[in-house]
């Protein structure tokens, strides 16, 4: 019984790519809990997820770019966000696709793609194909993963 589990555990520790992926950026925990807040930390770091209706940018109209919070990578503009009605910010495509990446979340008990920074692997949130045209697709998005760059 124990070998069968100890197989389990290790299958499952390789299904995500997030998981054994190098990425660009590179910190250790400690450095990412200096350089973010307690939430940010949790959301990016973690995978968890902010309470809706109480991001910084869930109701954010202001023209500009939405970057990672802890790389400052390019994730989303302001002209694909959509409201949603879900409280978080929305959209219907990144900025570029290279800068994203899909990932199978099976936690909870259901099936989700999980949406991470390319660039440092930091959590931003899930993505869902009940979006708007063109795309049909919602980037539903921690504002705690993001930090906003209003144009100028």
Not at 56 to 78: A, M, P, R, V
Not at 127 to 134: L, N, R
Request: proline share 3%; with cysteine; aromatic share 12%.
């Amino acid at each position: 019984m124990k070998n069968i589990l100890a197989a389990a555990l290790i299958l499952l520790s390789g299904c995500s790519s997030a998981q054994t992926k190098t990425y660009a950026v590179k910190k250790t925990d400690a450095e990412w809990r200096k350089q973010l807040t307690a939430e940010q930390y949790q959301v990016t770091r973690k995978k968890g997820t902010e309470a809706a209706y109480t991001g910084k940018y869930w109701d954010n109209h202001k023209t500009g770019i939405y970057k990672c919070i802890c790389c400052d990578q390019e994730l989303f503009s302001s002209a694909t966000k959509f409201d949603s009605g879900t409280g978080w910010p929305s959209f219907w495509q990144p900025i570029s696709k290279a800068n994203v990446e899909d990932v199978t979340d099976n936690s909870f008990g259901m099936q989700r793609t999980e949406v991470n920074c390319n660039r440092c692997g930091a959590h931003l949130g899930h993505v869902f194909e009940d979006g708007p045209k063109p795309t049909g697709l919602r980037y539903c998005m921690n504002s705690a993963s993001l930090v906003f760059y209003p144009k100028k």
